[in-house]
């Protein structure tokens, strides 16, 4: 059994329906979602940034049934489906990371944190997913092409 969280809205609505997570079935997986950033704005689950950018960083927050914020019993680990397109780098607590951004495409990024619930119980694995779509930049150069018909 899988719980899967989908949040469209505001940030409160994001800390209330993350609370949701701790209270899901021991040993099962729950999903969140991922915060993006960059110099210019924020954005809940999916970006797109252009294959310059520089500034991309993310991060999750982990939240008890109360709406509380907490820490998970490992720090959080990030992963790419493709590093040609970006590349996480996690901060040492797993709360936060920041991203080479690389060719054209699109990859998801998954944060995995697992808690253990104080040793008692199955583990529980929290997953939070988000899409980077890296698109080309401006156009700063060309080329001309001659052919004979």
Request: net charge negative; charged share 20%; proline share 5%.
């Given at each position: 059994?899988?719980?899967?969280?989908?949040?469209?809205?505001?940030?409160?609505?994001?800390?209330?329906?993350l609370a949701a997570l701790d209270r899901t079935i021991p040993g099962h997986t729950a999903f969140g979602v991922l915060l993006y950033h960059t110099n210019e704005r924020?954005?809940?689950g999916e970006i797109t940034v252009k294959d310059d950018e520089t500034t991309l960083h993310a991060s999750i927050t982990l939240l008890d049934a109360e709406g509380h914020p907490t820490s998970a019993d490992s720090p959080p680990s990030?992963?790419?489906s493709d590093?040609?397109?970006?590349?996480?780098?996690?901060?040492?607590?797993?709360?936060?990371?920041?991203f080479d951004v690389g060719a054209p495409?699109?990859?998801?990024?998954?944060?995995?944190?697992?808690e253990t619930h104080d040793g008692t119980g199955d583990p529980t694995s929290i997953e939070f997913t988000g899409l980077v779509n890296v698109v080309a930049g401006d156009a700063v150069t060309g080329s001309v092409e001659f052919a004979v018909d």
């Amino acid at each position: 059994m899988h719980t899967e969280l989908r949040i469209i809205g505001e940030p409160a609505e994001l800390i209330a329906a993350l609370a949701a997570l701790d209270r899901t079935i021991p040993g099962h997986t729950a999903f969140g979602v991922l915060l993006y950033h960059t110099n210019e704005r924020n954005t809940m689950g999916e970006i797109t940034v252009k294959d310059d950018e520089t500034t991309l960083h993310a991060s999750i927050t982990l939240l008890d049934a109360e709406g509380h914020p907490t820490s998970a019993d490992s720090p959080p680990s990030w992963a790419s489906s493709d590093d040609t397109v970006v590349t996480a780098h996690a901060a040492d607590d797993g709360l936060s990371a920041t991203f080479d951004v690389g060719a054209p495409g699109s990859a998801v990024v998954t944060v995995t944190a697992i808690e253990t619930h104080d040793g008692t119980g199955d583990p529980t694995s929290i997953e939070f997913t988000g899409l980077v779509n890296v698109v080309a930049g401006d156009a700063v150069t060309g080329s001309v092409e001659f052919a004979v018909d």
